[in-house]
């Protein structure tokens, strides 16, 4: 008789099943973590905690080869991860020097205007020699396209490794240069067949349907969505459904889908022209990381079941982060790469416990409770990646996705077709948008319909992100807990993350003050148990100060101070914020204004006192500190604590003369 191996009794399997590729995954992230987070400022113990006990759970049971398969991925890929991430980090800040040049590039991205057009330069040349990166710049022309080849001589502007969350953005877009608003010269088209492609897309939607919905079609297929109108993008965010304007996994999972049948014929042979066709759309949408990553996983899944082979969905998600990561480190900073493998881990985790929860309920549909599942797991997941990324997470992003998603691919594959039949035969080009235009103007109608403005918002999860993230993984059926202890460890877990909130967000004594920083300039949060205060200079706009409080406080302000020497440039700013009053120094002309401006040289709020000693620079003073505020960076002696721009993501409590900064 050969001899079985004796089956393992439930207490001795693995509280985590050992998957080779989601250590690797897990290793390449740490280490692309830990080398930015020592280059932009340094590390905090909340860093280390999902990993930690991710660790803990996983060494159980302590099996020699099972432990050291684990250490050696994640070692090997961390030092990998590490080195990546250092590697672009110099490539970012290589270059020339700021100055006078001539500048030539290619059009790779652009948002028209008034009268100019936001573009994005690739293959830069700078007086004539290549240098890696692009450039930010204005061109003075409303009839820019991707893949136009342009020259101007400008200053070109250097961009630093970021400060704050806030210029993530110019990092992992690998945008190095900005120049003012130039007049440039077009010298030429580029051979990118698809920025050319891109281009003749978008001149064919606007003559072909114009408007709104050309806006929106352009975005729908390209993933470029700063054309439409900001009220319509703010209504879309609002409606937790901007997923659909950025080029998803949805996307790309549909055109999969619709490739696979029409190439059926193939058999098991029919995933290759399928996937090739979805990374050619990848790369017509610019690799953006949830394209890329839907593509990868699309292609692993097909392969494994033409050859009959077991999928493993988890595998297949470490597999494509290791690969996305690998070639592009920095997307690790992206909302789009939280975002996308974030909703990818959330299905992993609880779509097949949800799914058997549904199916308890008497003659509950089985096909809704797979839906049902698979977008309430997905909700559970991004709640905190959402809200610490974009400030608000909405309670309408439910409701709206399970009405949208099945109408998706409808609405997809009929813009698509028709674009692609259009620019097939231009001349023809109106009648064939007819279709995908009536479907654009419905959904634009129904929308409108809604207000959508009941949203989480206002507040820092700080901390209780990453232990929503990790109770999110032990709570899950992946990890392996009786009822009791699971149940002991949600109460623990929920009451820890109500603790972090508390500490984050809410002040019982002294004071605590959040800085900063955006591209457009910085702003201080100023916090007491009675008051809230904004400190601004004059460069910084409403949008980003909105954008900063979203994820700190969404109430009325009880005062703005203006710290700058264009007074009435940040007094503009300031009255766009939702404020009791402004203050500032000198007394300048102002417009019509719903909240009053008071020019004085000393006010109360809060239980504090601020005082200007120049335009530019103000302190602050309560609870036995003397705070200076200059957003000039010109340190004054005297003061226990000093606040300049960049000093983004700062956050300091005070109480009777002690000052304590994390």
Request: aromatic share 14%; glycine share 10%; with cysteine.
């Given at each position: 008789m050969p001899?079985?191996?004796?089956k393992?009794s439930t207490?001795e399997?693995p509280?985590i099943n050992?998957?080779?590729l989601?250590f690797?995954?897990?290793?390449?992230l740490?280490?692309?973590?830990?080398c930015?987070?020592?280059?932009?400022g340094?590390l905090?113990?909340?860093?280390?905690?999902f990993?930690a006990?991710?660790?803990?759970c996983?060494?159980?049971p302590l099996?020699?080869?099972?432990l050291?398969?684990m250490?050696l991925?994640?070692?090997?890929?961390?030092g990998?991860?590490?080195?990546?991430?250092n590697?672009y980090?110099?490539s970012?800040l290589?270059?020339?020097?700021?100055?006078?040049?001539t500048?030539?590039?290619t059009?790779?991205s652009f948002?028209?205007?008034?009268?100019v057009?936001?573009?994005?330069l690739?293959?830069?040349?700078?007086d004539?020699?290549?240098?890696?990166g692009k450039?930010?710049?204005?061109?003075?022309s409303?009839?820019?396209?991707p893949?136009?080849?342009v020259?101007f001589e400008?200053?070109l502007l250097?961009?630093?490794l970021p400060?704050s969350?806030?210029?993530?953005?110019?990092?992992?877009t690998?945008?190095?240069y900005?120049a003012p608003?130039q007049?440039?010269?077009k010298v030429g088209?580029?051979?990118?067949?698809?920025l050319?492609?891109?281009?003749a897309l978008?001149?064919?939607?606007e003559e072909?349907?114009?408007?709104t919905?050309a806006d929106?079609?352009?975005?729908l297929?390209?993933?470029?969505s700063k054309?439409?109108?900001?009220?319509?993008?703010?209504?879309v965010?609002?409606?937790?459904i901007a997923?659909?304007f950025?080029?998803s996994?949805?996307?790309?999972?549909i055109?999969?889908g619709a490739a696979?049948?029409v190439f059926?014929?193939?058999?098991?042979?029919?995933?290759l022209?399928s996937?090739?066709l979805?990374f050619l759309?990848?790369?017509f949408?610019?690799?953006?990381?949830?394209s890329?990553?839907?593509a990868?996983?699309?292609l692993?899944m097909?392969?494994?079941r033409a050859?009959?082979?077991k999928y493993?969905f988890?595998n297949?998600?470490?597999l494509?982060?290791?690969i996305?990561?690998l070639?592009f480190?920095?997307?690790?900073?992206?909302p789009?790469f939280?975002?996308?493998?974030?909703?990818c881990?959330g299905?992993?985790l609880?779509?097949?416990?949800l799914?058997r929860?549904?199916?308890?309920?008497?003659?509950?549909?089985?096909f809704?409770?797979?839906?049902?599942?698979?977008?309430?797991s997905v909700?559970?997941?991004?709640?905190?990646i959402?809200?610490?990324t974009f400030?608000?997470?909405?309670?309408w992003g439910?409701?709206?996705n399970?009405f949208l998603?099945?109408?998706?691919p409808?609405?997809?594959l009929?813009?698509?077709?028709?674009?692609v039949?259009?620019?097939?035969?231009p001349?023809a080009?109106?009648f064939?948008?007819?279709?995908p235009?009536?479907l654009l103007s419905?959904?634009?109608?129904v929308?409108?319909?809604?207000e959508?403005t009941a949203?989480?918002t206002?507040?820092?999860l700080g901390?209780?992100g990453?232990?929503?993230?990790m109770?999110s993984?032990l709570l899950?059926?992946?990890f392996?807990?009786?009822?009791?202890p699971r149940?002991?460890l949600a109460?623990?877990?929920s009451?820890?993350?109500a603790?972090?909130?508390l500490?984050e967000n809410?002040v019982?004594s002294g004071?605590?003050a959040?800085a900063?920083d955006?591209?457009?300039?910085?702003a201080?949060l100023?916090q007491?148990?009675?008051?809230h205060v904004?400190v601004i200079?004059?460069?910084?706009?409403?949008?980003?100060?909105?954008?900063f409080?979203?994820?700190?406080?969404?109430g009325?302000?009880?005062?703005?101070f203006?710290?700058?020497?264009?007074?009435t440039d940040?007094i503009?700013h300031?009255?766009f914020?939702?404020?009791?009053v402004?203050?500032a120094?000198?007394?300048v002309?102002?417009?019509l204004?719903?909240?009053?401006?008071?020019f004085?040289?000393?006010?109360?709020?809060g239980g504090?006192t601020?005082t200007f000693l120049t335009?530019e620079?103000?302190?602050v003073?309560g609870?036995?500190v003397l705070i200076?505020?200059?957003f000039?960076?010109k340190?004054?002696?005297?003061?226990?604590f000093f606040?300049?721009s960049?000093?983004g993501?700062?956050?300091?409590f005070f109480?009777?003369?002690?000052i304590?900064e994390?």
């Amino acid at each position: 008789m050969p001899h079985r191996p004796r089956k393992r009794s439930t207490r001795e399997l693995p509280r985590i099943n050992l998957r080779i590729l989601i250590f690797c995954a897990l290793g390449l992230l740490f280490g692309i973590f830990l080398c930015f987070r020592l280059m932009f400022g340094g590390l905090r113990p909340s860093d280390f905690l999902f990993i930690a006990a991710f660790f803990v759970c996983a060494l159980f049971p302590l099996e020699k080869k099972r432990l050291l398969a684990m250490a050696l991925a994640f070692v090997l890929f961390g030092g990998a991860g590490a080195l990546v991430a250092n590697a672009y980090a110099n490539s970012y800040l290589s270059g020339p020097a700021e100055g006078d040049y001539t500048v030539e590039g290619t059009v790779v991205s652009f948002t028209p205007a008034v009268g100019v057009t936001h573009v994005l330069l690739g293959d830069l040349t700078v007086d004539g020699k290549r240098v890696g990166g692009k450039l930010s710049v204005s061109l003075e022309s409303e009839a820019v396209r991707p893949g136009d080849v342009v020259s101007f001589e400008a200053e070109l502007l250097r961009g630093e490794l970021p400060n704050s969350e806030a210029e993530y953005y110019y990092f992992y877009t690998d945008i190095r240069y900005f120049a003012p608003d130039q007049s440039f010269n077009k010298v030429g088209t580029s051979k990118n067949i698809f920025l050319r492609l891109n281009a003749a897309l978008y001149d064919c939607l606007e003559e072909g349907m114009g408007g709104t919905e050309a806006d929106v079609a352009y975005a729908l297929l390209t993933g470029s969505s700063k054309g439409m109108d900001e009220g319509l993008t703010e209504e879309v965010r609002r409606g937790g459904i901007a997923h659909i304007f950025a080029v998803s996994g949805l996307h790309i999972g549909i055109l999969f889908g619709a490739a696979m049948l029409v190439f059926r014929p193939l058999k098991k042979y029919a995933f290759l022209p399928s996937s090739v066709l979805a990374f050619l759309y990848c790369a017509f949408c610019g690799f953006s990381v949830s394209s890329l990553r839907a593509a990868i996983m699309c292609l692993v899944m097909a392969f494994f079941r033409a050859f009959g082979k077991k999928y493993d969905f988890l595998n297949s998600i470490s597999l494509a982060a290791v690969i996305v990561l690998l070639i592009f480190p920095a997307d690790f900073l992206s909302p789009g790469f939280r975002l996308s493998f974030g909703a990818c881990v959330g299905l992993a985790l609880y779509s097949g416990s949800l799914s058997r929860l549904f199916a308890k309920i008497p003659k509950f549909p089985r096909f809704l409770s797979s839906y049902f599942s698979a977008n309430l797991s997905v909700q559970l997941f991004t709640l905190p990646i959402l809200l610490e990324t974009f400030g608000y997470f909405s309670w309408w992003g439910f409701v709206l996705n399970l009405f949208l998603i099945p109408c998706l691919p409808v609405l997809f594959l009929a813009v698509l077709l028709c674009s692609v039949i259009a620019l097939c035969i231009p001349p023809a080009a109106a009648f064939f948008l007819i279709l995908p235009k009536g479907l654009l103007s419905l959904f634009l109608f129904v929308l409108s319909w809604g207000e959508f403005t009941a949203v989480l918002t206002g507040f820092s999860l700080g901390a209780g992100g990453i232990v929503w993230l990790m109770g999110s993984v032990l709570l899950s059926e992946r990890f392996r807990l009786k009822l009791l202890p699971r149940t002991v460890l949600a109460g623990c877990l929920s009451l820890l993350i109500a603790l972090c909130c508390l500490f984050e967000n809410v002040v019982f004594s002294g004071g605590k003050a959040v800085a900063y920083d955006a591209h457009t300039g910085s702003a201080v949060l100023i916090q007491t148990p009675s008051s809230h205060v904004l400190v601004i200079d004059g460069t910084i706009t409403a949008e980003d100060c909105n954008e900063f409080l979203a994820h700190r406080y969404q109430g009325t302000l009880d005062a703005v101070f203006v710290a700058s020497g264009k007074e009435t440039d940040g007094i503009n700013h300031a009255i766009f914020l939702d404020t009791r009053v402004i203050y500032a120094k000198d007394e300048v002309e102002t417009g019509l204004q719903h909240s009053p401006v008071v020019f004085t040289e000393q006010a109360e709020a809060g239980g504090l006192t601020f005082t200007f000693l120049t335009r530019e620079k103000l302190t602050v003073e309560g609870e036995g500190v003397l705070i200076e505020i200059d957003f000039l960076g010109k340190e004054a002696l005297g003061s226990d604590f000093f606040v300049h721009s960049g000093c983004g993501d700062l956050i300091f409590f005070f109480r009777d003369g002690i000052i304590k900064e994390i």
